[in-house]
T-cell receptor, first 111, second 116 residues
């Protein structure tokens, strides 16, 4: 799986958009970008994933650059409950191997 | 969506005793489940891969005789911490993958183990 780089922490005001960046410059052509988050003392939660097109679901939007070397997770209207560690993971689909977690980004939503 | 139930959510035990943690996939079958451990302010570290009907695969540095894994059915994997010591106190999380790629991996809610 390609290596990812994320800022260790970010703050965001409640109600504003939270934009979480991830660099994955060594991503391979068949690797997807996955985002998970972990609220304190809970198991990680799947958010979204994509290959090269931008993706949106009820939780977030994923913007992947044209060269696929970086991406941004967007929480359009952050709430206090979005405070969590956000993990960007790159891997090929269909793999039965485990997910490997980096250090992630601690997002703190401020009132 | 896929749900993984993990039990108990927290447990306190005395040094030298054993503790069993259960991980169940509620609405799907999982031939493979994963067990992670997470120390405070650190990321999740894979301990072992649990395979239904066969022996688990342990990561380097994880003692297979101390962390016993049983995956006897397609919906249940158990992790038993034997002869627990205070340094085993941690947050243990299981994960399973449903067949549909869209949902990715589903995680249990975790078990907070405190050994006193």
């Amino acid at each position: 799986d390609a290596k990812t780089t994320q800022p260790p922490s970010m703050d965001c005001a409640e109600g504003r958009a939270a934009n979480l960046p991830c660099n994955h410059s060594t991503i391979s052509g068949n690797e997807y970008v996955y985002w998970y988050r972990q609220i304190h003392s809970q198991g990680p939660q799947y958010i979204i994933h994509g290959l090269k097109n931008n993706e949106t679901n009820e939780m977030a939007s994923l913007i992947i650059t044209e060269d696929r070397k970086s991406s941004t997770l967007i929480l359009p209207h952050a709430t206090l409950r979005d405070t969590a560690v956000y993990y960007c993971i790159v891997r090929a689909p269909g793999s039965a191997r485990q997910l490997t977690f980096g250090s992630g980004t601690q997002l703190t939503v401020l009132p | 969506g896929a749900v993984v139930s993990q039990h108990p959510s927290w447990v306190i035990c005395k040094s030298g005793t054993s503790v069993k943690i259960e991980c169940r996939s509620l609405d799907f079958q999982a031939t493979t489940m994963f067990w992670y451990r997470q120390f405070p302010k650190q990321s999740l570290m894979l301990m072992a891969t649990s395979n239904e009907g066969s022996k688990a695969t342990y990561e380097q540095g994880v003692e297979k005789d101390k962390f016993l894994i049983n995956h006897a059915s397609l919906t249940l994997s158990t992790l038993t911490v034997t002869s627990a010591h205070p340094e085993d106190s941690s947050f243990y999380i299981c994960s399973a993958r449903e067949g549909r790629e869209r949902e990715g991996y589903t995680f249990g809610s975790g078990t907070r183990l405190t050994v006193v």
